[in-house]
């Protein structure tokens, strides 16, 4: 941001106050005197959100989200690159020993934030089938860290998947019972953590165990998953990120039998 022309800095400045004091008029106002200033003010707010998520600023993370929307930048890459970018820097500090739980805690809220004021902007697209198909999605147990799951949660409803969210630290049984009652087309499981991975084949066994693995699709996800682990634990997928989760399964279902084959 230090290189930026000196006009521009100040009002960047007064943007991150008047987002500290949720003076929204203000942020507008400034908004609009940005963008008549010729710079890319999308690059700049993408920038600025995942510093803000970082350094855990959750009004002014709150604000800058505003200029996103006054700017009509597209909801889902403000949260991918702005918001989630920001988690990224975070967790690379705290790999590095630079920062520690209750920063990534504070920076989560922050970054929670921004998506509650995005959620409005995020338009479902049209209904791939006429009756949505159905995800069932959780962190699996032992595990609470959601802000993946949300992720893959949010570009699944946008992409016109009905989600049924299990949350976080999700027993095995939960996902096998969810499946039988709300007639899922897919699984959705993450996890973050090397210790609880394993939770993943053990909800695997058990839709074998209770004769309904061939009725769902089962994804698999977060940081230490790999596509051979996936393969390994006899999961259908394990896309790189939430976006391509979306669009693997949107291609996926076309040769999928439809629900009352499946389900009866
Ligand atoms: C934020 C964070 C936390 C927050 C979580 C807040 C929240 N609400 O989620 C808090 C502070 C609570 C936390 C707690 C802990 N954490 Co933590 N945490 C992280 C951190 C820094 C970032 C995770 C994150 O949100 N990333 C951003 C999101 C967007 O990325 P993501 O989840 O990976 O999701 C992306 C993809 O993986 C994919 N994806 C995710 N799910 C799915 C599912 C499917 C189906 C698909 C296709 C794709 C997909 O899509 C997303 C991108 O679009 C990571 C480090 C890291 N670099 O990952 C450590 C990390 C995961 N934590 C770790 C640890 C050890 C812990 C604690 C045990 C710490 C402690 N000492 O208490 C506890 C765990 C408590 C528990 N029982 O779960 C370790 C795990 C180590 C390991 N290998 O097992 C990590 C890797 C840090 C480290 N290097 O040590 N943590």
């Not at 970054?111 to 479902?124: E, N």
């Amino acid at each position: 941001m230090d290189d930026l022309p000196e006009e521009v800095q100040e009002l960047i400045e007064e943007l991150d106050k008047a987002a500290e004091d949720e003076e929204e008029d203000k942020i507008k106002e400034l908004t609009q005197k940005l963008l008549a200033t010729g710079i890319d003010v999308g690059a700049i707010t993408l920038k600025k959100l995942s510093l803000l998520v970082m350094d855990g600023e959750e009004e002014m993370t709150r604000g800058w989200t505003e200029v996103a929307i006054q700017i009509g930048m597209d909801p889902f890459k403000t949260l991918i690159e702005g918001l989630a970018a920001g988690m990224s820097l975070i967790g690379k500090k705290y790999e590095n020993g630079e920062a520690f739980v209750p920063q990534l805690l504070i920076a989560s809220t922050a970054m929670y934030g921004g998506m509650d004021l995005l959620a409005p902007y995020m338009k479902q697209s049209e209904n791939i089938t006429s009756k949505p198909a159905t995800v069932v999605i959780g962190t699996v147990e032992g595990d609470v860290h959601d802000i993946g799951k949300n992720l893959v949660k949010t570009l699944l409803s946008a992409n016109g998947f009905n989600c049924v969210d299990l949350g976080n630290d999700v027993p095995a049984s939960k996902f096998v019972e969810a499946a039988k009652e709300y007639r899922a087309t897919a699984v959705s499981m993450s996890t973050l953590m090397t210790t609880t991975m394993a939770e993943m084949p053990r909800v695997v066994k058990m839709l074998i165990d209770e004769g309904i693995r061939d009725n769902v699709m089962v994804m698999v996800g977060g940081a230490p998953i790999t596509t051979g682990y996936a393969a390994q634990i006899g999961a259908d997928a394990s896309p790189r990120d939430a976006a391509s989760a979306a669009s693997w399964l949107k291609e996926a279902i076309f040769d999928f039998p439809s629900e009352n084959v499946r389900w009866g």
